[in-house]
């Protein structure tokens, strides 16, 4: 490694050297260059690499080219840059293709952002050729395009580099939308230059306006390219979008909308933005004061018209993702705060009356049952909350999520029928996925039934759950016996279920925990725990662990420390004896291992 370093540090005397002589640097600098180069180098070579030290370094770097370039500036000195500057360049390029080949595309745009305000490096690294990362990224191109028109103001560099990204990805909507975008920034820029000088009464002779330019024909032509090569709603949306945000676009829109609902009549997202974009029409454009009554009145229309496009979608798509964007409106409606009760009574009404025709179409998607049942309980509507949940289960009758919810519902408004409904569930549903059920039905019957009624829904649930999901059971069992019956009870339950696997690391530790907080801890007891533990989770052979997996080196080790640390406080009663018959088998185990 020494040598790789002493390598490097010499490969930079020429241009060291180079600075020196041009009188750039001064003799002492050149030293304090060559120090930190050192230190640099030693951390780059390092067994544990760091995407930090690479930054550092690269930082360094870029840091020491923004010198030399205002040195130059100051003495006037211009020449020998082969000899320096770009040998600093292409050992920014080497730390780049070093780095990146570790870290990919997290160090590459990271760092871009810290230093893509010096041209020299943003330029060099985008164009290499032979450095097929660079061009995978279609993110940089885009940033250096950006930094060319909004940095350098140099509207034909950008889209330079646009056409060239675009060679390398035909097909990236991102890059179609930010070149879009390029090119109307452009016209307008160019719109208001040429309105200053008309109105200066300046001779526009010697600048060259070019009609289509500033009329945003560049723009459509991108549009109408990417149009052909990118399909999908998502992408002409984002177009328009992005035109709506430049007033002389009008005819630019028109297109496409009218590409929009030609091509894309059938999809959701095209009557969704059709039936949104109401809410921008028709507002009021009269200059006289304007009541709170006369604004509520005209979102209320607004609103009204929305949900006439709706209603159309609906009919005219009916499909669950249609229905799904006319809740998600009339949800955000209802939550937008107003001060005016009657249009909040409004919205609530038309939300509840939506969430009905859904379901009686058979189209309302399961995610949004939640969310009509949150509402209804929100207004007090308890009956029709019931009814609902009843519905739910019925039309998903096999999915654990919805008797969940229902069940929640039941008992929120203390139904009679929550035990009935619990049965029902597990009529349905098969052992692998209820553990929520079972946990929510336990802790129920905490709260409303006797303990002889909780304790044999334990045990009921432990047969009825699956292996895997039983363990939580278990843990659960144990800390309700102890909570409910004490240490006498909570010691018959362990006893009960020791043998019973698969168990948990967790559910020793909590009967460890349990005997460590009696008065008269008994440590054949507690030697007993850690002995069951150790047996299961202790050993780094071929028996199985935690949840009938193979335990690692590490997990058992850090049981091993567990068992040490935690029979330290109870060591003393028993002079030691027992956290010293711990450490001794603990040893033989790692030295035989």
């Keep these: 490694m020494a040598e790789r370093i002493e390598q490097r540090l010499e490969d930079r005397i020429p241009e060291l050297e180079q600075l020196e002589r041009v009188g750039l640097f001064t003799p002492k600098e050149i030293r304090a260059v060559l120090r930190k180069a050192s230190a640099l180098e030693y951390k780059i070579q390092r067994r544990a690499l760091r995407k930090e030290d690479f930054v550092n370094y690269i ?3 870029i840091n020491l080219l923004e010198l030399i370039k205002k040195r130059r500036a100051r003495i006037g000195y211009s020449f020998k840059k082969e000899e320096i500057e770009s040998s600093i360049v292409h050992r920014v390029h080497s730390l780049f293709k070093r780095a990146t080949g570790k870290w990919k595309v997290s160090l590459f745009l990271s760092f871009i952002v810290t230093v893509s305000k010096w041209v020299l490096v943003t330029s060099h690294l985008l164009c290499i050729k032979t450095n097929s990362f660079i061009s995978s990224v279609a993110a940089l191109w885009i940033m250096a395009a950006k930094w060319e028109m909004e940095t350098r103001l140099s509207s034909e560099s950008a889209r330079h580099l646009f056409l060239r990204a675009l060679r390398f990805h035909p097909e990236c909507p991102k890059l179609y939308q930010e070149y879009f975008r390029m090119e109307l920034m452009n016209a307008e820029k160019q719109r208001k230059e040429k309105k200053e000088f008309e109105q200066a009464k300046m001779d526009l002779g010697e600048f060259n306006y070019s009609e289509e330019i500033l009329n945003g024909e560049l723009a459509r032509i991108i549009y109408r390219d990417a149009a052909q090569k990118i399909k999908g709603v998502e992408f002409r949306l984002a177009v328009l979008s992005i035109a709506k945000l430049f007033d002389f676009t009008q005819d630019l829109q028109k297109e496409i909308l009218e590409s929009l609902q030609t091509e894309y009549a059938d999809d959701p997202l ?17 200059t006289e004061p304007t009541t709170k009554q006369m604004k509520v009145s005209e979102v209320t229309q607004r609103e009204e018209r929305c949900c006439a496009v709706f209603e159309e979608a609906v009919t005219a798509v009916p499909t669950e993702d249609m229905w799904k964007c006319y809740i998600t409106f009339c949800l955000e409606r209802c939550n937008r705060k107003t001060n005016s009760e009657e249009l909040k009574q409004k ?13 009686e ?8 049952y939640k969310q009509w049942l949150q509402l209804l309980l929100e207004s007090n509507l308890s009956e029709k909350a019931t ?8 039309r998903f009758s096999l999915s654990a999520e919805m008797w969940q919810m229902r069940l929640q519902v039941l008992i929120q408004l203390k139904n009679d029928n929550v035990t009935q409904c619990f049965e029902e569930a597990f009529k349905h549903l098969k052992s692998k996925g209820t553990l929520p059920l079972w946990a929510l039905w336990v802790e129920w019957s905490e709260g409303t039934n006797s303990k002889q009624d909780t304790e044999a829904l334990y045990q009921r649930s432990l047969h009825a759950t699956a292996p895997a999901e039983s363990v939580t059971m278990k843990e659960k069992y144990l800390d309700w016996a102890y909570r409910n019956g004490g240490y006498k009870k909570v010691k018959r339950v362990f006893t009960s279920l020791h043998e019973n696997r698969p168990l948990s690391l967790d559910f020793f530790r909590k009967m460890i925990q349990i005997e460590k907080e009696q008065e008269s801890c008994k440590m054949l007891h507690l030697r007993e725990y850690y002995e069951r533990a150790l047996r299961e989770f202790g050993s780094t052979d071929s028996g199985k662990g935690f949840l009938g997996t193979k335990s690692s080196p590490r997990q058992t080790r850090k049981l091993w420390e567990y068992s040490l640390a935690s029979c330290e406080d109870v060591a003393g009663r028993s002079g030691g004896r027992l956290h010293f018959q711990i450490h001794f088998i603990a040893n033989w185990t790692f030295m035989k291992n």
């Design 59 to 61: 930082q360094y770097e």
């Design 270 to 286: 095209t009557w969704d933005y059709m039936a949104r974009r109401e809410l921008d029409l028709g507002s009021l454009k009269s």
């Design 347 to 359: 919205r609530l009404e038309r939300t509840l009356s939506v969430f009905s025709k859904a379901h």
């Design 361 to 368: 179409s058979s189209l309302l998607p399961e995610s949004l």
């Design 387 to 394: 009814e609902v949940a009843e519905a739910a289960t019925k």
